[in-house]
């Protein structure tokens, strides 16, 4: 897989392609050959997305490290094809960086890659979307977690969840069987308590919400209005009241209401 046959299959913005396909067309790879390849070790991926940077410098847009990103993403295809792993799911996987993208320009109305902090782990085969979730095979001190996200264009419907479920049990049974038994965790504003008091027992959120055992509340945070208004302001008072989460949400904020990202373990 080519960083070119890459960009065409996951459909990045034609703006972004001309600008990624025109510095790979100048930049000699070999010279991030290391770093590129430290993504494959979890310890040495945040390490090697700092050198990375220092290597190649001011980059207007993050057009350079966007396109590291992207040759990094294109080569591990060889890995998913000798494990067997389907061109979906690659593709699936890959597409984030379409998806982040376009979630920036919702935000900012620029067509601009920030996200280059958390594609280390596409890149590095850490990542991988299944279904309507991603899931992450994380680290943490000397033991290893099935960590799970949840995407902005998730289908989040309980049918649908456990669709994904079902099929990362069978993916990590199949590919990955030494972590296979590993504990399912997710650490996630849409986890926090305080929503069962904005939302019906039926909804997607608190569903999901009823399969996991919280251990830890969590530290708060503002990042959820990011997701849930597609926008960063700190300004509670100018939030639009779309939904009803969002009314509730914004009344619970401007009362001196927090948000924190709770820690569970799936039952």
Not at 64 to 82: E, V
Not at 169 to 181: L, T, V
Not at 198 to 204: A, Y
Not at 226 to 234: F, G, K, Q, S, V
Request: glycine share 4%; with cysteine; charged share 30%.
């Amino acid at each position: 897989m080519t960083l070119f046959e890459l960009c065409n299959e996951i459909d990045i913005q034609s703006e972004i392609k001309t600008r990624v396909f025109d510095f790979a067309n100048r930049f000699d790879f070999n010279i991030v050959d290391k770093q590129l390849k430290d993504f494959l070790a979890y310890e040495k991926m945040e390490e090697a997305r700092l050198e990375l940077q220092v290597i190649l410098g001011d980059d207007e847009e993050n057009v350079k490290i966007l396109s590291c990103m992207l040759k990094a993403s294109a080569d591990i295809y060889d890995i998913y094809k000798a494990k067997g792993i389907s061109d979906k799911i690659y593709f699936d996987t890959m597409k984030c960086y379409t998806r982040f993208i376009d979630e920036t320009f919702k935000i900012t109305g620029r067509l601009y890659f920030d996200r280059y902090w958390w594609t280390t782990r596409q890149a590095g085969c850490h990542l991988f979307r299944i279904g309507e979730l991603e899931y992450e095979i994380k680290h943490i001190e000397n033991d290893i977690v099935i960590n799970l996200h949840i995407p902005s264009d998730t289908d989040f419907s309980p049918h649908a969840v456990d669709d994904s479920l079902e099929r990362a049990r069978i993916f990590f049974a199949e590919y990955y069987p030494e972590i296979a038994d590993k504990k399912y965790c997710c650490h996630s504003w849409l986890l926090d308590s305080k929503l069962k008091e904005m939302l019906s027992e039926e909804t997607n959120i608190i569903n999901f919400q009823k399969r996991f055992e919280i251990y830890d509340k969590g530290e708060a945070d503002t990042e959820f209005i990011e997701w849930l208004y597609n926008t960063r302001t700190t300004n509670y008072k100018t939030l639009p009241e779309n939904t009803s989460l969002q009314r509730n949400m914004k009344r619970y904020l401007i009362s001196g209401g927090e948000i924190r990202n709770s820690y569970g373990r799936l039952l």
